[in-house]
């Protein structure tokens, strides 16, 4: 009855079958596992958020290049603020308020300048009567301390990558953006002061790229059902195969065939098929 396993077709589907799930199973466990990593590195990343807030600060140098390890850490620098090319990183949110960040190059020792974020404000940049408001940097040699971070990207929470930005602005704080905007390298690199002056706000330290419970992880959950719900689905369309042909064969062996099927329709349906005709003289 079962002997239709036996023919191409059937080792074709039974090939598909057993190599089909166990690779559905396998591509949604590693998703899975791709999201407990991200959980397990929000966890880690949260930890060292709070230690680093209670370490002392290192010298930057002895923290670069960022990684997901240092990032978060606190650092200190000194040098010379450059207040000709302080900049505004517009629509920054902060506590679910829009507003900018105050941004200036720090004329460091060392062969590149670093960037510093002084503080947060609220308002507009492109108000006159909000960036009124943002303090004079500092004057002469300072020392400033705050939470390292690795350089923006466009695709980073809350940056606004598109261009048209006016002069005085900047969408993504990174190297590569502000290499065109001073005369001297800059560091890949950027850190948000732990103190700020005036009435501007700290910026508390992002998490690291690639890290934390972040659209991915979602995505990698998502992905995760996706890969299992495949595999039931190639297993059902066998079942379901299987149980048709399994019918068909029962059939054929009982001598029933489509074409001898009792009270089986013409072709063009139930109104083709043989009519009986009543008796003589009914009425």
Known sequence: MYRFLLTPRWWAINVFTVVAIPFCLFMGSWQLGRFETRV?????????????????AEPLRDLLPVTTETSGRRAT?????????????????????????????????E????????????????????????????????????????SESPGSKGVRSGGGLPAGQLGVISAASLVNLVPYGVQDAWITATEADGAMTPVPPAAAPNSGLDLKAFQNLGYT????????????????LFRREAEAARDLALGITPE??????????PDDAPQKRSPAGAA
């Not at 960037?115 to 500092?138: E, F, M, Q, Y």
């Not at 059902?225 to 379901?240: H, K, N, P, Q, S």
């Not at 001898?260 to 349906?269: I, M, N, Q, S, Y």
């Open 40 to 56: 397990d590195s929000h966890r880690e990343q949260q930890t060292q958020a709070d230690d680093a807030r209670e370490a002392a």
């Open 77 to 109: 620098a000194s040098g010379r603020y450059d207040t000709e090319h302080q900049l505004l990183v517009p629509e920054r949110t902060l506590d679910d308020r829009q507003g900018f960040y105050v941004l200036t190059l720090l004329r460091t020792d």
């Open 111 to 150: 062969d590149k300048a670093l960037p510093v974020v002084r503080g947060w404000l609220p308002g507009d940049a492109d108000s006159r009567a909000d960036t009124a408001k943002v303090p004079a940097p500092p004057a002469g040699h300072v020392t400033v301390t705050g939470a390292l971070q690795s």
């Open 225 to 240: 059902g996706e890969w299992f719900v495949f595999a039931g689905f190639v297993l059902f369309m066998w079942a379901r």
């Open 260 to 269: 001898t099927a009792p009270d089986a329709p013409g072709p063009d349906g």
